[in-house]
C-alpha cells in the first residue's frame, strides 16, 4: 500500500488485537501530463491527487520532461529533484521580490527548472541539477541573484538565466 508509511499489529490477551498505521503525509503534487501525483517528504510517489482533497492547496510542480511520462503511484522521485522541488516551490512572491500574485515552478527538459509569477510576462530559468556537480544548493544564491535582477525592472522582463548562484543575465520584452 503506497500510501501506509508504516503498520504495526499487536495482539494483548485475551482478545484484543491493536492495529496502528500510520499513513504518508503530502508536501507537493507532481503534475505530469494529466496526472497528479502526491509526493511525500521522502519522494514516494503515493497516491492520485483527487480535486478538493489532499493534495488541495499543496505546491504544484508540473513537470514536462518526456522521460517523466511514466511516473506513478508507487514510485519515487530522484533525490535531487525532491531536493530542488522543494526549495523552489517554498518560495513566495516576497522572496524575490516580485509583484507577482504566486508563482509556478516546471521543469522542461531544454531548460530544467523555471519558475513564473502570475500576472508576470518573466519566466526564469533556474537550470538543471545534479547530485555533485551542480547541486541545488545553489538555488539560495539563485534566488538573491533573481532578486537582484527583477528590482526595478520586473514588468519590463521577459526571461531572466540564472548560469548560478553568481551570473545571470535578462532579455527584456
Known sequence: ???VTQATVSVSLPDTILVRV???QPILVWAVGLKRLLVDRDGVIFANAIPGGAGAGLP???????GSASMDVGGSLDPVDLDAATRLASLKPADIGSAATALHVQIEDSDGYEMRGDGQTWVAAFGFYTASLRTP???PGQVR???SLLAGR????RRVVLADD???TYTTK
Request: net charge negative.
Open 1 to 3: 500500500l503506497p500510501a
Open 166 to 168: 553568481v551570473n545571470g
Open 137 to 139: 544548493d545553489l538555488i
Open 22 to 24: 500510520v499513513e504518508r
Open 145 to 147: 541573484l533573481l532578486r
Open 60 to 66: 504544484v510542480i508540473v513537470d514536462h520532461r518526456a
Open 154 to 157: 520586473e514588468s519590463t522582463l
